[in-house]
């Protein structure tokens, strides 16, 4: 739907069902009905995701593209904790009611964007993807006078200069189109395969592991069973709230940091912080697990000897940890789903991507559980903190640095194997020819 029928078409697309979904949910009379609404509901709300993050991906400028895409995990966490507090007062079929309204006020708001640049570029569409990026870079103004349209609105034009940006658009897009041609039969097979998706599918995935099975899935799903067991003094669910405000604190200020200090450093640092907040919290479930309570002491003093007057180790632990997840991991990860594919392959890489991440959190949530049983809690937070380690050797290794670059001039250095050398092969069996046929002239 993303590549056919555009970014925008697919946002308004898929708000009027995934409303209805909603709607369902507030009839349902059974298990089975509120199963399948919440498929739905979660089907829906991939596709808006996986929809958005490209939009916003293809239409940002190099310098702002990580804080608004950083922006988007924002507001999810907005909403998630407005869906928390609303929940504390509203029964879950009114809940559901208030939930309806937001694909709706994204349906009215969508029709107010254009279209990306990039997209109106690949059907063809020039004249109104300089109008688009024209807009975008804010050369664009209302006006009651002379009138332009886009996107269904009436504009009047400043004098904003886009044609460098859509040069480098136009270039690219039109050797992914040339290189499209040359494919055919059997050779559509190979191009599903070519390295220019493989490279940035296996990059993405590769980070969506250690991002899910970083302990974040235990810490979003079982928080207040975390604390119980790890703490004594602190209230296990005030303890979870304040987790869940620091995670929307933090990502407030990913984005500006992403283009601050650039995407790899960042997620490097905050990998290690993350490691090192891992590892202290499965020391403390050690010492407190491992520490019995002197003979006859109970209550309060068999809480102090267990590190009860330590409890606030655990909870330091888990807030440098979410802090450093919500700065760096989480956001840089769904950032580069938008950013390392190239054009051509933007309908099918960040789907894969993003569904291979849900896979991998699903697995992480049900395996938390057996893992602290077989493991105990200091063995599973031991476990994710190497995961963590090794997350980092996969970063310094494997992930490219992207800030500041856009998302065009990207693919060439990703194809030099691909596109580009298929063009010096070309020009090289060109050269050859006329070299024979200059040799059996000459003989001639």
Not at 113 to 140: C, D, F, H, I, M
Not at 207 to 219: I, N, P, W
């Amino acid at each position: 739907m993303v590549i056919k029928h555009g970014r925008r078409r697919t946002l308004s697309y898929v708000t009027l069902p995934f409303a209805a979904s909603w709607t369902l949910t507030m009839f349902a009379s059974c298990v089975e009905m509120i199963y399948l609404t919440a498929f739905l509901v979660g089907f829906f709300s991939a596709v808006v995701q996986l929809a958005t993050q490209v939009y916003i991906s293809e239409i940002a400028h190099p310098s702002i593209r990580g804080s608004l895409c950083s922006a988007s995990k924002i507001l999810s966490h907005v909403g998630l904790l407005a869906s928390f507090s609303m929940g504390a007062w509203l029964d879950w079929r009114q809940l559901a009611c208030v939930c309806s309204g937001a694909p709706v006020m994204l349906f009215v708001t969508s029709r107010f964007v254009p279209e990306t640049p990039s997209y109106l570029l690949y059907t063809n569409q020039e004249e109104e993807a300089e109008k688009a990026l024209r807009w975008l870079r804010g050369g664009w103004k209302r006006k009651r006078g002379k009138r332009h349209r886009l996107g269904g609105n009436e504009y009047e034009e400043e004098e904003v200069d886009v044609s460098a940006e859509m040069a480098t658009i136009h270039s690219n897009i039109r050797r992914a189109k040339e290189d499209q041609r040359r494919r055919s039969g059997a050779d559509c097979c190979r191009a599903t395969m070519a390295p220019k998706l493989l490279r940035p599918l296996a990059l993405t995935c590769g980070l969506a592991v250690f991002h899910r099975f970083s302990g974040v899935a235990a810490f979003n799903f079982y928080a207040v069973t975390i604390f119980r067991e790890a703490s004594s003094s602190f209230d296990p669910h005030l303890a979870a709230v304040t987790v869940g405000a620091v995670q929307l604190v933090a990502s407030a200020f990913s984005g500006v940091l992403s283009d601050l200090v650039g995407r790899l450093p960042l997620l490097v640092i905050t990998t290690a912080l993350m490691s090192v907040a891992l590892a202290g919290f499965g020391c403390f479930a050690y010492y407190r697990e491992f520490t019995p309570p002197p003979p006859g002491a109970t209550g309060a003093a068999a809480a102090a000897a267990a590190g009860g007057d330590l409890d606030w180790i655990p909870l330091v632990c888990v807030i440098l940890f979410v802090c450093a997840f919500s700065l760096g991991v989480n956001p840089i990860s769904w950032l580069l789903v938008g950013e390392v594919f190239p054009l051509e392959h933007r309908s099918v890489g960040p789907p894969l991507a993003t569904a291979f991440s849900y896979v991998c959190a699903f697995v992480a949530v049900k395996t938390f559980v057996d893992l602290r049983e077989a493991a105990g809690m200091h063995g599973a937070f031991w476990a994710y903190s190497a995961t963590s380690v090794c997350g980092l050797a996969y970063c310094l290794t494997f992930v490219p640095e992207t800030k500041g670059r856009t998302l065009d001039e990207m693919e060439p250095k990703r194809d030099d194997r691909g596109i580009l050398a298929a063009e010096e092969e070309e020009r090289a069996r060109k050269i050859s020819g006329a070299k024979a046929q200059l040799t059996d002239e000459t003989k001639a």
